[in-house]
């Protein structure tokens, strides 16, 4: 009953809305009013409860990758999608990790004895708390060790702190080196940290930056208690994945196809021991620290003076000892065949492992796309099927660098670049009641045109109008690292969207649970159904549409943007900078050109002459059009990223780089291979265009 007068209210919103008379990208006439009402019975069908039996069914238990529990996930995933009509198949893989989580210690030695925490608090008004699968903080790919020794103090552990370190006369070398986290991604804190000499790494959480300093702490308030760990992988090889088989899939170890591995050394792996520490435990490091009082950018938010070393009379053991070796990792795919197209992909994406429970992340978000299998699973029985292929997908292994996707789109390579229309990734989507995202330039329309289309929870506004704020648009980023679109993406060239609601997080803690969701993340549960309704009217309007509806305008706009951005940041070290002359001119031209192709697929639309061939061949054309941004040459800081609009940051992990071989030479203050990338820009965004142009004159 709560479902019905929940869509009922929404359908009765949307009518009073005037932006849902939009006109719908890439439909003719015909089959536009046809997309309205399979939205609105979409829109309908959506059950609003399904969300909160996926979520508890899910994270009831920890689960990462590697574990059992993972394993039951995994099987309930497959078990709920074949019921609801899906064609589901579990993709293997044997990938390298850090097997289960290890053993480790941190303690004070002198001036006293004393052990650390090391694991988040019992609290007595969550029952979740004391679940007994419940371990320790811990870093995936520390190397093994245990050291007695100083310590050392390096801020948030970046590349300049460590310069800085130096430059203060502060000697890392067999020391223990604790810093915060933030600034960058935890790895290269470890990849410094090691360069520079040191012992071992401790992390923590700052509460300056994530604690009581901020507001309230958990289960008050939304931040780190004293006890809250962030963990984390480590990994940072100069590719995303597996981390011994760049470039190809991690197929079985005892399958026919056997791949080659490189060894772990090659993969350069850590070898120090790190681990991360709640800020209570930190504090029992800092308070006795007796050195150099630091600059006040360092200052952090516990109650003493930093010092950049603890100096002689403070030791620190740092213990870590953690296996490697072979996991299974398995991926599981569901497809909804497409009855017109079904060689066409829309592929919706998010991982299922956790560090523990998981409930925000990542399975907000597998428990949305589980209700969405059902809900589309429910149409395709009364015949409404989808035009293009629906793939579900549910990486595994993502925690640990991104792995189980990758692997899936190094070993469909090729029918991936010939078949995806769009991946969807999702990685907790349903975290709160905040609705955002990240795209490709020629995705970013599909996705306000869909938020437009549905209606935000208590509320007689639309996703869109509360998401906007007031503003004509809203905030749409570029996409960066830190989840499973990359490979897609950045790899393959695939138009791709990161997108959900986000909201309070207790990130990668204990705490992630089911008591936190209900109590912060979304108490009124309206949020899954929500997303699922967004994110379902996206899949369908391009699953459906007779054009593929990507906004192709859109890449001038924004390349114009960023190279207005890149040539800015290349002055501020090389005066003499001329700028992006070649690059730019072909911008230009760029948008000429896409304008033009785009009011003539208007024109073709409107006038109701294409056939069913004629727009596979335009579909076709215009699936490659993303492609030109693909170098097979790469980047020069990892030759697996290959596009040349955008990438994973090298040295922070998750940040968006776009125009990534001009950004590295401006992190790097090079000037060496300015015209070369000038020149590599330009060839591509003239590819783009002639491509543009060429399907502009069939039509």
Same mark, same amino acid.
């Given at each position: ?12 919103? *949307? ?42 069914? @899910?994270?009831?238990?920890? !689960? ?28 293997? +893989? ?33 029952? =979740? ?51 915060? +986290? ?8 470890? #990849? ?29 308030? %939304? ?34 196809? #056997? ?8 993969? $350069? ?44 009379? /403070? ?33 919706? $994406? ?41 793939? @579900?997908? !549910? ?16 070993? /469909?390579?090729?029918? %991936? ?8 990734? /999702? ?52 996409? $960066? ?12 060239? @695939? ?10 997080? *207790?990130? !990668?803690?204990?705490?992630?649970? %089911? ?35 990507? !906004? ?47 009011? #003539? ?39 697996? =990223?290959?596009?040349? +609009? ?34 590599? =820009? ?5 590819? /783009? ?11």
């Amino acid at each position: 009953m709560i479902k019905h007068l929940l869509s009922a209210c929404t359908l009765g919103l *949307l009518i009073s809305l005037p932006l849902h008379a939009q006109r719908m990208d890439g439909f003719v006439k015909s089959n536009e009013e046809k997309q309205e009402s399979i939205e609105s019975q979409f829109k309908e069908t959506v059950d609003f409860s399904r969300f909160k039996i996926h979520l508890e069914a @899910i994270t009831s238990d920890p !689960h990462p990758a590697g574990s059992a529990a993972n394993d039951k996930v995994k099987d309930y995933m497959v078990a709920s999608m074949e019921k609801s009509g899906w064609d589901v198949k579990v993709y293997p +893989y044997d990938v390298y990790l850090t097997i289960g989580q290890g053993e480790s210690a941190v303690e004070l030695v002198t001036p006293i004895r004393q052990p650390l925490n090391q694991q988040e608090y019992v609290l007595p008004e969550n029952p =979740y708390s004391m679940h007994p699968d419940l371990k320790k903080g811990w870093n995936a790919f520390s190397g093994t060790g245990d050291v007695t020794a100083e310590v050392v103090y390096a801020n948030y552990g970046t590349k300049a702190d460590f310069e800085k370190l130096k430059k203060e006369g502060i000697d890392v070398k067999g020391k223990i080196v604790i810093a915060r +986290y933030g600034a960058n991604f935890r790895g290269y804190k470890a #990849k410094f940290a090691e360069e520079y000499g040191a012992a071992g790494l401790i992390i923590y959480t700052d509460p300056g930056d994530a604690g009581y300093a901020k507001g309230l702490v958990y289960p008050d308030g %939304l931040y780190y208690n004293e006890s809250s760990i962030q963990r984390g992988s480590l990994l940072t090889a100069p590719w995303t994945g597996d981390a011994l088989t760049p470039f190809e899939p991690a197929l079985p170890l005892d399958g026919k196809t #056997k791949v080659k591995r490189i060894t772990p050394e090659e993969a $350069g792996l850590h070898t120090i021991p790190v681990t991360p520490i709640p800020y209570g435990s930190a504090r029992e490091i800092f308070a006795r620290m007796k050195g150099k009082p630091v600059t006040s950018d360092w200052q952090g938010g516990l109650p003493y003076t930093y010092r950049y070393d603890g100096g002689e009379e /403070l030791l620190v053991r740092l213990m870590v000892e953690q296996e490697r070796g072979y996991v299974r990792a398995n991926n599981v795919i569901g497809t909804l065949k497409g009855e017109t197209n079904p060689d066409e992909w829309i592929i919706l $994406g998010c991982h299922f492992d956790a560090w523990s429970f998981g409930s925000t992340d990542p399975n907000s978000g597998t428990a949305m796309l589980l209700s969405m299998a059902e809900t589309l699973g429910k149409m395709a029985e009364q015949g409404i099927k989808p035009g293009r292929s629906i793939m @579900i997908a !549910h990486w595994d292994a993502e925690e640990h660098g991104v792995i189980g996707s990758t692997e899936w789109v190094e070993q /469909l390579r090729d029918e %991936l670049g010939a078949k995806a229309v769009a991946y969807i990734n /999702l990685d907790a989507a349903v975290a709160g009641r905040n609705f955002g995202g990240s795209a490709s330039p020629s995705m970013k329309k599909i996705m306000a045109d869909a938020a437009k289309a549905v209606a935000y929870p208590d509320s007689s506004k639309t996703v869109y109008e509360v998401w906007a704020r007031g503003k004509e648009e809203p905030a749409i980023g570029n996409l $960066g690292g830190g989840s499973d679109h990359i490979a897609f993406y950045m790899h393959l060239g @695939i138009p791709s969207i990161n997108a959900g609601a986000g909201g309070p997080t *207790l990130y !990668h803690t204990n705490y992630d649970d %089911l008591y936190f969701y209900e109590n912060f993340a979304d108490p009124t549960w309206q949020m899954g159904g929500t997303v699922e309704q967004v994110i379902g009217v996206m899949a369908l309007r391009l699953a459906n549409a007779d054009i593929i509806p990507y !906004h192709l305008s859109r890449y001038a706009k924004d390349l114009d943007l960023h190279f207005e951005n890149a040539e800015k940041q290349v002055k501020e070290f090389h005066k003499d900078f001329t700028g992006f002359d070649k690059a730019k001119s072909t911008i230009s031209e760029l948008k000429t050109s896409s304008e033009a192709l785009e009011e #003539k697929i208007q024109s073709a639309i409107a006038s109701g002459s294409l056939d069913g061939k004629k727009a596979k061949t335009i579909n076709k054309e215009l699936m490659a059009l993303e492609k030109s941004f693909i170098d097979p040459k790469g980047m020069y800081f990892g030759d697996w =990223y290959r596009s040349l +609009y955008a990438s994973t940051d090298p040295f922070s992990g998750y940040a968006s780089w776009v125009l990534p071989g001009i950004q590295y030479e401006v992190e790097m203050k090079s000037t060496d291979k300015l015209e070369e990338w000038d020149e590599r =820009y330009a060839a591509a965004i003239t590819d /783009l265009k002639n491509k543009m142009d060429s399907l502009a004159n069939k039509l």
